[in-house]
């Protein structure tokens, strides 16, 4: 059999000139559920987990998955059978975790605006650790904590003012960025909130950003953290764990992101030579442990050519993939049955959406006619999560593979689902 896996996606692959995911071919899948499709390899995430595990090996390092890169049952499942913690920003995450079979005592949560009613849920579950962003969080957290006769566990999330080199949208650890606590002030901030009755330090948190590849951004945030540690524990304010974040890019398109167990062994060099290599350490990774595990299966519907344009109209847009729209995201566009020695075209393939925005990639030269089907690859991120109902589309259904069974973990949405909590005047 003539197999030819795609790079950046080890478990997609052609056979046979059909695309399979795992075991399973997916134009029956289409056939059989409809389009837009998004369709996950388990043995992927699992890959990408595994990396990070071998570059923990004889440490004591902890994985909480930053779930909002993609937050579906099915796919949080996997990671809290895999033994994950969770990173979270909301409430909500939050009883996802517990829905999908997660542990509260794993769970960080994230965010420079959580409310008093997410305090109050996440303490009444005992979670882990809060990840603190400002002064006037500490003050609410400390309140709320001593109203249920608690304290809350912290981390501060300092920002280290690095330059994680990716797109404006998705940095966050530079002065300008509404994350964190500046370096400059987080020493006095951790010697104010150890002052409080109702908080716990428990470690130290930072974030620079998010499709970082390249080593060097990370080797700085470490250092920048240590320093703070030094004179933090110097203080006299013990640090019991240490966040690194998450931030670790794919291959979406010839991208060449270290390897996560090439990054974590260079990072545990820095952090052995400063005699910190045995330290309680934990990371938050999203995007590198499900980007390049699932894909968006679309349909073209029609065939526009135009004097200086030809467009490939197809049923997925920017409601199911909204990262080319948001952030001039490329994403590789590949036919679901290879078509021999056929003649390309250029196009620019667009969503039915009423907005220019909604493309999904341009200039791809595809071989395609109407009923044809499409691969959007790199989709296991920050697709489905930052789905919307915009033009009143219906939520994609997901399945997720595992060797040859398919699993269906979301069903399509239906129009009833979506008007369901609206009311007439
Ligand atoms: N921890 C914190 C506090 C974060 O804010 C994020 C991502 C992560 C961890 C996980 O980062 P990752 O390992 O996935 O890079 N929607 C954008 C990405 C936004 C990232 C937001 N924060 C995109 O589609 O590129």
Not at 135 to 158: C, K
Request: contains cysteine.
């Amino acid at each position: 059999m003539t197999t030819h896996t795609l790079p950046g996606a080890p478990f997609v692959a052609y056979k046979h000139n059909e695309l399979f995911i795992e075991g399973v071919g997916l134009s029956s899948l289409a056939q059989q559920h409809g389009t837009p499709l998004f369709v996950y390899s388990k043995a992927s995430m699992l890959d990408a987990l595994g990396a990070y595990q071998r570059g923990f090996l004889g440490r004591h390092a902890h994985i909480h998955y930053a779930m909002k890169a993609n937050s579906s049952l099915g796919v949080l499942q996997v990671f809290a059978q895999a033994g994950c913690g969770f990173d979270i920003v909301s409430g909500g995450e939050l009883a996802r975790v517990l829905a999908a079979g997660g542990q509260a005592s794993k769970v960080i949560f994230s965010g420079v605006g959580k409310t008093r009613t997410e305090m109050t849920y996440a303490l009444q579950q005992y979670i882990l650790c809060f990840n603190v962003e400002s002064e006037a969080e500490i003050d609410v957290l400390n309140e709320v904590a001593a109203s249920l006769g608690q304290r809350a566990p912290i981390s501060v999330r300092v920002n280290p003012n690095v330059d994680a080199k990716t797109h404006p949208y998705i940095s966050t650890g530079l002065k300008d960025n509404k994350f964190g606590i500046a370096h400059e002030r987080a020493l006095a901030v951790y010697q104010y909130a150890a002052s409080l009755s109702s908080l716990d330090i428990v470690g130290i948190d930072c974030h620079i950003g998010s499709q970082i590849t390249s080593i060097e951004p990370y080797l700085n945030s470490v250092d920048r953290v240590l320093d703070l540690v030094e004179s933090i524990e110097k203080a006299g304010i013990p640090i019991h764990h240490l966040d690194f974040g998450g931030g670790l890019g794919i291959n979406y398109n010839g991208d060449t992101p270290p390897a996560a167990d090439q990054l974590w062994s260079r990072l545990f060099e820095r952090l052995d030579a400063r005699g910190y290599g045995q330290r309680d350490i934990r990371i938050e990774p999203g995007r590198s442990l499900v980007g390049n595990a699932g894909i968006c299966i679309t349909e073209v519907l029609y065939l526009k050519p135009s004097d200086n344009k030809n467009f490939c109209i197809v049923d997925a847009a920017m409601n199911d993939l909204p990262r080319p729209a948001m952030y001039q995201a490329f994403h590789q566009i590949i036919p679901l049955q290879q078509k021999q020695s056929a003649s390309m075209t250029a196009y620019d393939v667009v969503g039915p959406i009423c907005e220019s925005g909604d493309w999904l990639g341009r200039d791809r030269d595809l071989s395609v006619q109407a009923g044809d089907h499409l691969a959007v690859l790199s989709a296991g991120a920050y697709c489905m999560a930052m789905s919307s109902n915009y033009n009143t589309r219906a939520r994609a259904a997901e399945i997720l593979i595992d060797g040859s069974q398919a699993h269906v973990i979301r069903s399509r949405e239906t129009i009833t689902e979506q008007i369901q909590s609206e009311h007439l005047i």
